[in-house]
């Protein structure tokens, strides 16, 4: 059974950094493409970023809210997936989810949440 | 940048009624729509892929269809636990980018 559990949520101030993971499970996570996607409170759903797997080139393609901010990486031999984000603003205040990724996301974790404040 | 437009933004049905929520793209996009299914503190789950698949243990109630800029989904025989928040997908064929919808809330009245 896949299973994706997200960690790291956290307060972090306007400005800052704060990494979130993705521990992978159940599948041949070094095979898997892996994407973010993120729902600030109330709204819809939001692709931030995906990387493919190094058989599939490791391409990294993120949206264009995040560019240049954050940065998404993987650690096959842990099967974790990571999202760094920096330069945190008010507006990234969301619950991110990891999901496999085949252009359709066929698995979800739980979310873990996110909230920019001072 | 493809745009994806869906509607209605929310839409109130009884039970057994027939409901479509349509997504259209602001230019063609083939067949590469997926839909997903997000019920409220819970991560979405996918119904239906490349337009019209049915996502193994989807009841067949859901059904999707279209091509090139229109698509919908349809619930045939609405569920009370169909009640959520439907969300359109598209994603490039260069496996590039990724975009979704607004969303349509569906509630029973």
């Known amino acids: 059974e896949v299973q994706l559990v997200e960690s790291g949520g956290g307060l972090a101030k306007p400005g800052g950094s704060l990494r979130v993971s993705c521990t992978a499970s159940?599948?041949?996570?070094?095979?898997?493409?892996m994407s973010w996607v993120r729902q600030a409170p109330g709204k819809g759903l939001e692709w931030v970023g995906r990387?493919?797997?190094?058989?599939?080139?490791?391409?990294?393609d993120y949206a264009a809210p995040v560019k240049g901010r954050f940065t998404i990486s993987r650690d096959d031999s842990k099967n974790i997936l990571y999202l760094q984000m920096d330069s945190l603003k008010s507006e990234d205040t969301a619950v991110y989810y990891c999901a496999t990724d085949r252009g359709t996301l066929d698995s979800w974790g739980q979310g873990t949440l996110v909230t920019v404040s001072s | 940048d493809i745009q994806m437009t869906q509607s209605p933004s929310s839409l109130s049905a009884s039970v057994g009624e027939r409901v479509t929520i349509t997504c259209q793209a602001s230019q063609d996009i083939s067949n590469y729509v997926n839909w997903y299914q997000q019920k409220p503190g819970k991560a979405p789950q996918l119904l239906i892929y490349?337009?019209?698949n049915l996502e193994i243990g989807v009841p067949s109630r859901f059904s999707g269809s279209g091509y090139g800029t229109d698509f919908s989904l349809t619930i045939s025989g609405l569920q009370p636990e169909d009640s959520a928040t439907y969300y359109c997908q598209h994603y490039d064929n260069l496996y590039t980018l990724l975009t979704f919808g607004g969303g349509t809330k569906v509630e029973i009245k």
């Open positions: 159940g599948f041949t996570f070094s095979s898997a493409w």
């Open positions: 490349d337009t019209s």
């Open positions: 990387i493919k797997s190094k058989a599939g080139g490791g391409a990294i």
